[in-house]
């Protein structure tokens, strides 16, 4: 009956272990997740510097002059996007309208929602003087 107990002790801790080990992990990814689809990621000059250091071995004379580069980069992106945001939001609207056509009442009134949280997600200038 005693080897049995510590058995079941033993098979009780290791489950345990593992059940807390799924859970973390899964509330990890999932916070990793949503933080990236929230548009909370590092600027990808950090995720860039950080991978070409490593990788390159790079001194402190080359980081500083890739470091400028990578913050143009930033720039011309950041340029890019605002530059090309009303063609994407005509695109995604025309896309939107489309697949309301397709949809009951219950379903567009739903896709409104889905497209107002999208919106919040990621406002425009237009958006945001609202």
């Known amino acids: 009956m005693n080897k049995l107990k510590v058995w079941v002790g033993i098979l009780l801790v290791f489950l345990l272990g593992a059940l ?8 990890y990814f999932k916070h990793r997740i949503e933080r990236f689809s929230r548009g909370r990621h590092p600027p990808i000059r950090v995720v860039m510097m950080k991978k070409l250091a490593h990788e390159l071995d790079l001194t402190q004379t080359q980081r500083l002059e890739i470091e400028k580069i990578l913050d143009q980069l930033e720039i011309k992106l ?6 090309h945001r009303p063609e994407l939001e005509g ?9 309301k056509e397709k949809l009951d009442q219950d379903q567009k009134a739903k896709l409104d929602e889905i497209r107002e949280e999208l919106r919040k ?9 609202r």
């Open 20 to 27: 807390a080990g799924s859970l973390g992990t899964g509330a």
């Open 78 to 83: 950041h340029e890019l996007r605002q530059k």
């Open 91 to 99: 695109v995604f609207g025309h896309s939107f309208d489309m697949i």
């Open 121 to 129: 997600r990621h406002p425009s200038k237009k958006n945001k003087s």
